[in-house]
């Protein structure tokens, strides 16, 4: 049972990053290819699929605290009816019904993503070394084939995603803010389940008490 759903949930991934990206070339968006979203959605689906879970955590920790500022932000949108920080202001202007179907699949993202990994119970937590290559990766790529102009919002390197002014040149902001995020989630998730071994531990331990 928990290799079926393990398998689904890994399935659902990679299908739908392939669907994104599908979808970016069909209609002729090449840059959108490189968004970490989507590339990451087939990371997280062949490391779940895997049971491999260095590469899910390093997913999480380029994707987790977006996808949860996308859902915060998307929910606010449709409730209030106004923009929030207005990153998922494009969701409710797309005029291709396709577009709106892909990017839905954020709000379910996370949650999928962190029930997978409680089930895989990770135990390498050096996780972070695959997160911060690949965004080297990806800052270097989307900077040869996507330009350094502050227009250009793929990966949110050179255009932030969030009207904020920040004194200093692209991409300097990105690389610090992406360097915090990938430490701060990968020490957060190696806490949260170190407590959870050290418990699981302490409750099969045999008793030292005397019969």
């Known amino acids: 049972m928990k290799q079926k759903v393990l398998i689904a949930i890994g399935m659902f991934f990679v299908l739908w990053g392939c669907a994104a990206i599908f979808k970016s070339i069909y209609f002729g968006n090449y840059g959108?290819?490189?968004?970490?979203?989507?590339?990451?959605?087939?990371?997280?689906?062949?490391?779940?699929?895997?049971?491999?879970?260095?590469?899910?955590?390093?997913?999480?920790n380029i994707l987790a605290v977006p996808w949860g500022i996308w859902s915060i932000d998307f929910i606010y949108r449709f409730i209030e009816r106004r923009s929030l920080w207005g990153i998922t202001d494009y969701v409710f202007t797309q005029s291709q019904e396709i577009d709106t179907l892909v990017t839905m699949a954020h709000i379910v993202a996370l949650p999928l993503a962190l029930y997978a990994l409680a089930w895989l119970k990770p135990t390498k937590m050096h996780?972070?070394?695959?997160?911060?290559?690949?965004?080297?990766?990806?800052?270097?790529?989307?900077?040869?084939?996507?330009?350094?102009?502050?227009d250009n919002k793929i990966?949110?390197?050179?255009?932030?995603?969030?009207?904020?002014?920040?004194?200093?040149?692209?991409?300097?902001?990105?690389?610090?803010?992406?360097?915090?995020?990938?430490?701060?989630?990968?020490?957060?998730?190696?806490?949260?389940?170190?407590?959870?071994?050290?418990?699981f531990n302490s409750l099969n331990a045999p008793s030292n008490r005397a019969p």
């Open 32 to 60: 959108q290819i490189l968004w970490a979203c989507w590339i990451g959605f087939i990371i997280l689906g062949i490391g779940i699929i895997r049971k491999n879970d260095s590469l899910v955590v390093s997913q999480l």
């Open 127 to 150: 996780a972070w070394k695959i997160s911060l290559l690949e965004l080297a990766g990806l800052l270097i790529l989307t900077t040869i084939f996507t330009g350094t102009g502050s």
């Open 155 to 199: 990966n949110c390197i050179y255009g932030p995603c969030i009207p904020i002014e920040i004194p200093l040149p692209a991409p300097i902001p990105w690389i610090l803010a992406v360097t915090l995020l990938v430490f701060g989630t990968n020490y957060l998730i190696t806490k949260i389940y170190q407590k959870e071994r050290n418990l």
